[in-house]
């Protein structure tokens, strides 16, 4: 079977869907601590929880689609470590989507709550309330989602540097509307 030369249009969507939510989620994670006590910054977790919730679901539906529908080759010229670091971001990256929210899901068992996503409980309270685990479990959240941030930055420079200094096809294959 020969590798595909682009992605699937339904690859296409959860990267870029996943992208924006990952970004998004990022920022509000920055300043959910800055907001003041009260319903505005109980909202903004709920979101946060069940935004973060979406990104497990839709991590576990791109990998089940990538087995399915493998990823393009990568370049002929990219050898070595080029293509290793390449490989490893991307384990990298599925790795960390998986574990953030899960991760952040401990944080909510560990406080003594239930997860709620989007106004709905989904999971019962499993565990007691740990505030050791708690405040290990809001420190570790904090720690993953800063390497993310790095990793989606160099992801991006990546596909920036392929696309405009080495002018391949890498970006581009990622782009709706291309040949």
Known sequence: MTSPVRYNGVAM??????ASLIIALWGLG????????????????GLHISTGVVILGLTVLRLGWRLIKPAPELPA?????ERFIAAAGHVALYALMALLPLVG????????????VFGTQVLPTLMEKNPDL???????????????????????LAALRH???????????????GK
């Open 30 to 45: 920055l300043i959910l601590d800055e907001l003041p006590k009260g319903d505005l910054r109980s909202q903004m977790f």
């Open 105 to 116: 899901i401990g944080i909510i068992e560990t406080g003594g709550r239930a997860l709620v």
């Open 163 to 177: 696309h405009f200094l080495l002018k391949d096809d890498v970006l581009a294959r990622m782009l709706p509307g």
């Open 134 to 156: 708690h405040d290990l479990a809001e420190g570790a959240h904090s720690t993953l989602a800063w390497i993310l941030a790095v990793l989606v930055a160099g992801h991006a």
């Open 77 to 81: 010229a990219m050898v070595g470590v």
């Open 13 to 18: 969507a959860l990267h870029w869907l996943m």
